[in-house]
């Protein structure tokens, strides 16, 4: 079992920042597919950013791509998404995630084997 706990939601105005954090916990592997999801109300949960286990390959959906940047520090069993330029339309659960499986896209919901507790993002206009 693996165990994903986020940190580092808020409320923040409109153009501001935020970094959310995740830390893996148990029966880690630095193999795993990382990534962040997240779920506004009436939505269905998507994938925001994905990166692969060294790092050295990241996705990012087209509505973040830009000012979100999302990195790991398999060291320390660690993955980040720094958030910048954030919009209203950015507010939502913001979920981390882990896959056994290599893929470094828009991860669907269903390859995802371990989903962190979820941390609020709300950006106010």
């Known amino acids: 079992q693996v165990q994903l706990v986020e940190s580092g939601g808020g409320l923040v105005q409109a153009g501001g920042s935020l970094r959310l954090s995740c830390a893996a916990s148990g029966r880690t592997s630095s193999s795993y597919t990382m990534g962040w999801f997240r779920q506004a109300p009436g939505t269905e949960r998507q994938s925001v950013a994905t990166i692969s286990w060294s790092g050295g390959s990241t996705y990012y959906a087209d509505s973040v791509k830009g000012r979100f940047t999302i990195s790991r520090d398999s060291a320390r069993n660690t993955v980040s998404l720094q958030m910048n330029s954030l919009k209203p339309e950015d507010t939502a659960v913001y979920y981390c995630?882990?896959?056994?499986?290599?893929?470094?896209?828009?991860?669907?919901?269903?390859?995802?084997?371990?989903w962190g507790q979820g941390t609020q993002v709300t950006v106010s206009s």
């Open positions: 995630a882990a896959s056994a499986r290599y893929y470094i896209g828009n991860l669907p919901n269903s390859w995802v084997d371990y």
